[in-house]
Structures are given as C-alpha cells and as structure tokens.
C-alpha cells in the first residue's frame, strides 16, 4: 500500500465517519427536541381511579404534570409553579367547591323528600 493509497483510505474513512455523525442527532438537535415535547391534551385517571388535571407548568426535566382535585388548595405545592395553590385562584375554588356541595345535599335532601325516604348521603 503506498501513500496515496493510505490518504485515499484515510479520506473515505472521513467521509463515512461524517456521515454516521449526520446520521445521529446532535446534542443540540436532542435538547431543543427535550425543550419541545409536545404537551398532553389532558390526564387519565389516577392510581386510585380520581380524574387527573394538567398543571400549567412543566417539571424542570420538561415533562408534563398532573394532578388530582383533591391536590388543589391544600398547603402543598404539587405543580412545579405552585398553581395549584394560588391564593386567588383558591378563594374561588374553595367557595364553589362549597357552594356545589351545599347544592348537591339540598338535591338530595329534596329527591329524598319525594321519594318518601329520610336517608341521604352528604358529603
């Protein structure tokens, strides 16, 4: 093997070695495609089979986060902002969640009633 025939090898050698590199994505290519996932339209049900709901915020590793009602306005920070405990978006979810509950127990009370029956469920 002369020379030539060694810089001929060492340049196709190059050659290929780029092109596997094009091949594979970049670092770059990865972190902007990590930055960007494509958000949820929602969540499932939980373990447990409670109805989940997305934060707005995603996790610092950029995925996407749910949690349940019963993780709202409860001291505790579930959202990776914390919006599921701010205060003005508490005050009016905890007076509504109030008021459906006083509604649904008078519903009941008023279906019980017609029905002829004295035993209900409140919540």
Do not use: W
């Not at 007076?95 to 035993?119: C, F, M, P, R, W």
């Amino acid at each position: 093997m002369n020379e030539a025939d060694v810089d001929h090898f060492d340049d196709d050698f190059e050659d290929e070695e780029r092109l596997m590199q094009a091949d594979r994505p970049s670092v770059m290519h990865r972190t902007r495609h990590f930055r960007q996932r494509k958000r949820r339209k929602g969540c499932g049900a939980s373990r447990h089979g409670h109805q989940q709901m997305l934060c707005p915020t995603r996790s610092s590793h950029h995925y996407d986060v749910c949690i349940t009602s019963e993780q709202l306005c409860d001291d505790i920070s579930d959202c990776p902002g914390g919006e599921d405990e701010n205060p003005s978006n508490c005050l009016f979810y905890k007076s509504i969640k109030e008021q459906l509950k006083h509604i649904y127990n008078t519903v009941l009370l008023l279906a019980d009633h017609a029905a002829g029956q004295n035993s209900h469920r409140e919540l």
